[in-house]
């Protein structure tokens, strides 16, 4: 790996770690940031891990130690797919790659208006359009909004239904998006969209963020280049 490519993918798992934090404190559920790594001692939102590591080599052992794992579903984003947590009773659930995007002007977006969601109404609207009738909307709370660092972003149809959306998080060297999704039309609905909102919001600033499978394709056709594996390790 290029150290450009470390640099982005250290940046990326920094990001990344932030916004599980931030989820997980509109939880009420308390993480704490080591030089090796991010983690909560609670079980942490559905679909959000315990801990992130931050750095290459992170010590097994003591990642494993900040974890409760006595509740079911204990997960490690492990950001540089370079550890073996299986002594640990952790099996491999899926690998991904990082994702970096360089800042500038994105391609021209479908015409669909967008905004920030900045109140419970509109944090709600969005959740219900992300989940899609999946029973997890609940996982967006208002508290989230009280986070500085946290945007939300809807696209509009003309006739103002949220069809399509994603989840921007501010950084110092990069913005992070997640939770990329579009009502119709797939992936590569959302991406102009979501693309165009980060880049009004945030103009300097390299997008990162991970997939896999289909959606990691639909990434690199937006004009996204894989930097770095990382692997997701669930407990039990």
Known sequence: ????KQFLVR??????????????????????????????????PPYYPDAVTLVPGADPDALAAR?????PGASVKDSFADLDLTEAGYRVL???????RPAGAPSLAPDLGWDVAKDRDALR???LAWD??????????????DDPDT?????????????????????????????????D??????????????????????????EHGDDLTAAVRQGFEPVGPLRIWLHG
């Open 185 to 210: 039309g797939g992936p590569d609905l959302a991406w102009p969209v979501v693309l165009g909102a980060v880049h009004r919001l945030f103009p300097t600033l390299p997008v990162v963020g991970y």
């Open 11 to 44: 940046a990326a798992a920094r990001n990344n770690a932030e916004w599980c934090a931030a989820m997980s404190r509109s939880h009420g559920v308390a993480g704490g940031f080591e030089a090796q790594a991010w983690a909560a001692a609670a079980r942490t």
């Open 67 to 71: 974890i409760d794992t006595t509740t």
């Open 132 to 145: 899609d009738e999946g029973g997890a909307a609940d996982l967006f709370r208002p508290e989230l909004l």
């Open 94 to 100: 899926f690998d991904a790659r990082w994702i970096h």
């Open 125 to 127: 609207a969005w959740a």
């Open 1 to 4: 790996m290029t150290t450009s």
């Open 151 to 183: 945007f939300v972003l809807a696209g509009h149809s003309a006739d103002g239904r949220i069809v399509t959306g994603a989840v921007a998080s501010r950084g110092d060297d990069v913005v992070g998006v997640s939770n990329v999704f579009a009502r």
